[in-house]
């Protein structure tokens, strides 16, 4: 199976400062990794995503980096606003045949401070 | 383009009774899975359907059932509820294929409290 864990369980920032999430999974067999927000309230939203032959994806003031030698990926955020407050989760996934299945980690909460 | 849509977003239940929630997939999806997410923790994936047939079930008990119909939308029943069965559940859609490209979009979830 797969196991996710995250680093921190909090992290917070200052406005306009650049953030820092990391997580790591167990299984090199996963393939797919996909980091998601969730505000108190609502269902996860999808951030980025990066598969297993990339080390590094970049989207709007988000990056993902992903190393497999030590299982791990990062998610950054640059510029940090009050808005990005939220709970974020990295999620893995294995391929099963077609069928895919996702194994997140507890989450970090990213407080950012004015 | 409707994303993912879930019903009822909140529900109270009494223990051993029984609920079914609702999901219907984003446009264009076939795929739908459900998740379970604890106060304070990640979702854990109970089971995936595809073709009106379950393809992957996590580690939850028969208590769990799911139906996916031809319109690719698809309903969660829990029967016998527990009091531990309190928790936000997530529907997922995506393509079956996992070529490039087809992520994974979740719903706002269905809060459902068991008393």
């Known amino acids: 199976g797969e196991s996710v864990g995250l680093h921190l369980p909090t992290l917070s920032v200052q406005e306009g400062d650049n953030s820092i999430i990391n997580c790591a999974y167990s299984?090199?067999?996963?393939?797919?990794f996909i980091w998601y927000k969730q505000e108190s309230g609502k269902g996860p939203q999808f951030i980025i995503d990066i598969r297993s032959n990339m080390d590094k994806r970049q989207g709007q003031r988000v990056t993902v980096l992903l190393n497999k030698t030590v299982k791990h990926l990062s998610l950054q955020i640059a510029a940090t606003q009050p808005g990005d407050s939220a709970v974020y989760f990295c999620a893995a996934s294995i391929s099963s045949g077609s069928a895919r299945q996702l194994t997140f980690g507890s989450g970090t909460q990213l407080t950012v401070l004015p | 383009d409707a994303g993912v849509t879930q019903s009822p977003t909140h529900l109270i239940k009494t223990r051993g009774q029984q609920v079914t929630l609702r999901c219907s997939p984003k446009?264009?999806?076939?795929?739908v899975s459900w998740y379970q997410q604890a106060l304070g923790q990640g979702p854990q994936f109970i089971f995936q359907y595809y073709e009106e047939e379950e393809r992957q079930r996590g580690n939850f008990p028969d208590r769990f059932s799911g139906h996916q119909f031809p319109n690719y939308s698809s309903e969660l029943n829990v029967n016998a509820l527990l009091l531990g069965d309190s928790a936000l559940y997530l529907c997922a859609s995506s393509l079956l294929t996992t070529s490039s490209g087809n992520t994974i979009y979740f719903g706002e979830g269905s809060w459902l409290t068991v008393v």
């Open positions: 299984n090199s067999a996963s393939d797919y």
């Open positions: 446009s264009g999806h076939d795929t």
